[in-house]
């Protein structure tokens, strides 16, 4: 069932408007520039996106797993939380709480922060905002599971032979949680390459990705040849990523990083 619609997207691409065989859509991808741009946006929002979720998930992942299995469960509720709600109710509440008169934009003046409304939508910053707040359990749950099953007597041999807790958490537990930042960092990488909602409705129209490229070519210009194409490159590139993910986590567990 998964390789039909595969099959048909692959089968587009390679037509051209007339229904002929033809590498026409590809061609057109590497000779427009404003395709270089689609790709350049959606790489580098998705790249700061997982930075993001990297320097906030990691210290609460590794604050949850000190804690008891209890008081985690119960922490790990909260993290959990945006998954009961859509992604669209979601992406709207950031919508309106970081529009100019916002809650945030409304505390910032009265605590003084700024003297008057800053522009925190429709651009690639409050895109990020939304993003970085979707992603974040997905970097989290697969760095808490890995951080979990470190066996902390490890910890304390390095203590006992004289090794400080930093020097301790940087040579022997952060080496054992790669594996699961690894693949941490390639589910929220790849999730979001296809963003679609979040860029469409806190970008305002400023910040297309592909998947917006891909809806516009759709809707707008009924173009389902580079549409297609467009697909098909995105998954390649997700392919790609997975798999170099695969291969630094099995890296990782070679040179200590398994269990």
Known sequence: MVLLPVGWLFWLSFQDDAGALSLEHYRRMLAEPSYGRTFRTTFEISLATTVICVLLGYPLAYFLSQLPRRAANLCM????LPF?????????????????????????????LWNEPLQLVHNVGGTLIGMVHIMLPFLVLPLYSTMRAIDRDLLRAASSLGSTPAHGFWTVFFPLSLPGLAAGSALVFVLSLGFYVTPAMLGGGKVTMVSNRIANDIELFFNWGAA??????????????????????????LFGGGH
């Open 84 to 112: 009961w709600t859509s992604l669209l109710v979601r992406t709207y509440a950031w919508l309106v709480l970081l529009q100019r008169r916002g809650l945030i934009n409304t505390w910032g003046i009265e605590l003084g």
């Open 77 to 80: 509720i909260a993290v959990l």
């Open 228 to 253: 297609s194409a467009l697909g098909v490159v995105l998954l390649v590139i997700t392919l790609v990523v997975l798999m170099l993910a695969a291969r630094l986590s099995r890296g990782a567990g």
